[in-house]
């Protein structure tokens, strides 16, 4: 398999500074630390959250104190390394791709947990699904411009480091990446009145508000307006003209596509989907509407994997999430 330019340059000048260093293995910390001088390696890292200066300032410490000095000058690779190099070649040879990157190594990286790289990282709050939603569709972890100010706090010290809850990525992120808030659109008033489909559309109303089993699936042709009923639906919520129970309600379109997109090792689509339906279980009163909701089954499923049906499932069981569905007939009847 081959290595982009920019890898086997930080690879080089990993090798370079357990060298200078006298010291007798190339750690992921050696690997890390050298990734923070080249652009690639900055730009991922501080698009994905983390201080590049506090953290090189971490590592250079780190393997000041942790290394000792040798004779002779030739660096051995150390198991770690070699796990983080030979993993990141599988996952990329599993997704038919013919590069090693630099983000296969970095995710790579978090995945060798027992490492200290990793644990840097993750105290940069930089974990595996900020990184994969930047390297694979460029979901940046940074807020918009002008949101926020600088960092303030001050990091802990490595002295002082030991295993901290994670800090997860901001709802707002994960949802705006892999979902539309179609409450919002109807209330900027992106969508077109529906007409003559009130029966239809009280009939949805009405099983939403049952206490369980309160999962109405809009089956017709295609062309028939399945998604406007949805798109109507949240018309009359963001006006107010629904019963109290759904009145302040909030409507999520599924992008099934978004959800799939770049996840190219196994896990990632199904930690995707959990996020999305841990985040949605946290608001009150929300729906999600998934369009085209024959191709949740089987979605994201792979070897040992479970698929997207089956990952929402429980939650529209115990009543904990409403959902909105819209499919053809024929599908309908096949799945």
């Keep these: 398999m081959k290595i982009s330019e920019a890898l086997n340059r930080i690879i080089m000048a990993a090798y370079a500074e357990a060298n200078v ?21 900055r730009d991922i890292i501080g698009q994905c959250g983390g201080d590049i200066e506090h953290l090189k300032r971490l590592l250079a410490r780190h ?75 460029g979901v940046s972890a940074l807020p918009p411009e002008g949101e926020s100010g600088p960092r303030t706090e001050t990091p802990p010290s490595r002295e002082d480091a030991k295993p901290e809850e994670k800090k997860e990525p901001d709802a707002g992120k994960i949802l705006r990446a892999f979902t539309t808030e179609l409450t919002a659109k109807a209330r900027a008033g992106e969508f077109d009145p529906l007409i003559g489909r009130e029966e239809i559309l009280d009939r949805t109303l009405q099983v939403l508000c049952r206490r369980l089993k309160n999962n109405p699936v809009h089956v017709g042709e295609p062309g028939v307006g399945k998604t406007a009923l949805t798109e109507g639906l949240a018309q009359r919520v963001a006006a107010g003209a629904v019963p109290k129970k759904i009145r302040d309600a909030k409507i999520f379109a599924l992008d099934m596509g978004a959800l799939l997109a770049g996840t190219r090792y196994r896990g990632d689509f199904e930690e995707r989907m959990k996020r999305v339906i841990a985040e949605l279980q946290k608001m009150e009163n929300v729906i999600l509407f998934i369009d085209e909701i024959h191709t949740v089954v089987g979605a994201g499923a792979a070897e040992g994997a479970i698929d997207a049906s089956n990952m929402l499932k429980p939650a529209l069981a115990r009543g904990e999430l409403r959902c909105v569905g819209a499919t053809t007939l024929n599908e309908y009847r096949k799945y």
């Design 21 to 41: 260093r006298h010291h007798e293995f190339i750690t992921p910390e050696h690997l890390l630390y050298a990734c923070l001088f080249f652009e690639d390696g």
């Design 63 to 137: 393997l000041q104190e942790t290394h000792t000095a040798v004779e002779g000058n030739q660096a051995f690779q150390s198991l770690g390394f070699q796990s983080i190099l030979e993993r990141a070649v599988w996952h990329t040879s599993n997704a038919q791709k013919d590069i090693l990157e630099l983000g296969d190594v970095l995710v790579s990286i978090l995945d060798e947990k027992e490492s200290f790289a990793a644990h840097f990282l993750r105290k940069e709050g930089i974990f595996r699904l900020s990184l994969l939603n930047y390297i694979s569709h």
